[in-house]
């Protein structure tokens, strides 16, 4: 359904984003990066609490909550799947970024999780683990990278997804539960207000 022109009401326990998917249809030029303390460890397997907790500690600010809101045999059934690649960012052991590849369409990959901790943002680390996805993805045979983002999300990951080679292809308007309502991603409250009470 096309939403016609003017302003529309979102029920106070819905949060609505506008979300851009971009994509890349061949490798770019890798972008100059910095070095840092960073090092990539492929996550073989994690178990559901783990990566909620990593999920969480990077998306808490922006409302990430899919995952939060899947079962564990939902979850798991994603992210054990031999055609999903997750890694962290280890910075001195600690897990500080997520990198989640999604190889289960032929011929192309999904970023489907991309980001770092609020302490590493505008330090690099994001840059950095990029290209280490890129690397990843284009040792493969695909013909298509693609990766959304929306309107609450970190202001700057538009920008960043498109300075790191993604061309934007479609717009949309998501409306989903208040997830703030059932106690998740709270650290969001000073920047998008929860418009409703919790029952």
Not at 175 to 180: F, K, S
């Amino acid at each position: 359904m096309m939403l016609p022109d003017g302003l529309h009401d979102v029920p106070p326990d819905r949060i609505a984003a506008v979300v851009t998917s971009l994509e890349m249809k061949s490798r770019p030029a890798a972008r100059p990066e910095l070095s840092g303390p960073w090092r990539l460890q492929r996550m073989t397997r994690p178990e559901p609490d783990t990566y909620r907790s990593l999920y969480g500690k990077i998306g808490d600010e922006w409302i990430w909550f899919s995952r939060l809101m899947m079962s564990d045999d939902e979850l798991t059934a994603i992210i054990h799947d031999p055609k999903v690649e997750v890694y962290g960012l280890a910075v001195s052991g600690v897990l500080e970024g997520l990198l989640e590849l999604d190889f289960r369409t032929d011929g192309e990959a999904e970023l489907a999780f991309f980001g770092v901790t609020p302490s590493l943002v505008g330090g690099g680390a994001a840059r950095w683990l990029m290209n280490r996805a890129l690397e990843l993805v284009w040792q493969r045979p695909i013909a298509r990278l693609w990766v959304h983002t929306c309107t609450l999300d970190h202001p700057n990951a538009l920008a960043f997804y498109m300075r790191s080679g993604f061309v934007p292809f479609r717009r949309q308007i998501e409306i989903a539960p208040d997830p703030r309502l059932q106690g998740m991603s709270l650290a969001s409250r000073g920047r998008t207000p929860v418009l409703a009470t919790a029952s």
